[in-house]
């Protein structure tokens, strides 16, 4: 593949997450104008908008983009509205990146939002179900704890991890996540806390699971030369992956891994020139402790069957191997389905420019953000280097 | 009738509905359209008895709308005989995971609007 442009991130912001008050179209522009200000741009010079999101019809508002570009002042700018389930934010910014990176636009706003709590668990959970292979999945009662959940029992089955090891994660994410001032749930927690917590689909407890989030995220993508014309803090994007999955679990090899993380990553590891060792950190998608265990085997950071040891061993803390979610991940940043994967990429840019505060991974040149649609139907993997 | 309600019809009489690939000979759930190995179109239907065994499962507490009424109960994958196929249904009156230890013999029974595939313990 021959790119004409180079492409960078010039900027980025985020709403809270949590529980929000305001509007779908309100916090798409507020983190959106965020990530303007932050890039200090004129709104004007964006040439087209790429806007993630799942369930607007949850809000009463589809067709995010013309809205979003009607309150910048650019409504005669193009936009596009893109839903691959809780994977949308990253397959979207992966399409923005293609855009600039064939010189099509030269700035870009990728804004991935959602707002979902206001329905309640039961109906949260029934819409996230319809992002399962319906027909085999959702229609027999899997809610998406329930399928990662079966996940977690064949690994448990396979590998010989405990319950335990599974709460590591959620306690090591909530300490990451205790240090993000944006983070849904900003508190530290205990094993035992994780171990007494009601089962929401055996073996995963409510504190194995993210929390149903609202919030929005965005980031200014545009070509080396705007970047540099600009001026001010940007960091390079230097791997664009993506791949797929069979949609049900049933159609899996084996349902201890998940295919499209393996082949996006291979994708993006070769497009960057690097290997999983020269990876500094990595925000990954934690929806639920068993996933962040895989993702960290299945991107190559360790064997298969060792991400498990690695968690005990806290190989994974911050400023340990390798940083794995700094800023909490879903699980205590909050996943806010179409947000998270663009969020992903805020931290990573603020990670890169000095902006992360008590949560900075050390020395850290290179990031890699991981995000996935249900059970890893779709995937995208993207690697970010420091300017 | 659709290849969804085919294998439904099937179902109800415990028993799998799967396409053949007439190229190649690879088994697929009936709602393949195209070989997964070769590619090509042409398939030949191969009912399966439907019996095998829990390849992995979860039992709900916390359910999506419609299924608070059997709370708790089990979302299996159910590994089928002699095949690599595998097949997930809802499994009634599950409560631990002693109840459905991964390996325990079970057969695809019924299906019904709002519950999916029925599997039930052999």
Known sequence: MTFVEKVCVLGAGSTKYGKLAESIADITTQASVLAIENAGIDPKEIKASYISNVFGVADKQVHLGPVLMSRLGIPDKPSLTIESACGSGSVSFREAYANVAAGFYDCLVVTGVEKVTHTGTEW???????CSDFFYEGQAGASFPGLFASMARAYLTEFGATEEDFARVAVKNHDNGFLNPKAHMQKKITIDDVMKSPVVASPLKLYDCCPFSDGASSVILCSEKFAKEHGGDYIEVIGSGRGGSPAALQGREQMTTIPSTKIAAAD???MAGITAKDIDFAEVHDCFTIAEIVDTEDLGFFEKGKGVQAVREGRTNLNSDISINPSGGLKSKGHPIGATGVGQVVEVFDQLTGRAGARTVKDAKIGLTHNFGATGASCAVHIFQSV | MTIEEQLIEYAKQGKLLTHKCTKCGYLH??????????GSKGFEDVVLDGEGSIATYTIITVAPAGFEKYTPYAFVVLQLDN???????????IATPEDLPVGTRAKISGFEDGCGIIIKKQ
């Not at chain 1, 949260?124 to 319809?130: E, I």
């Not at chain 2, 095949?83 to 009156?93: E, N, P």
Request: charged share 10%; proline share 0%; glycine share 6%.
């Open chain 1, 124 to 130: 949260t959970t029934t819409y996230f179900a319809y």
């Open chain 1, 268 to 270: 993006a590891y070769k």
């Open chain 2, 29 to 38: 759930l009936s709602t393949a359209y195209y070989c997964l190995k070769c």
């Open chain 2, 83 to 93: 095949t690599h196929l595998r097949i997930s249904g809802f499994m009634a009156g």
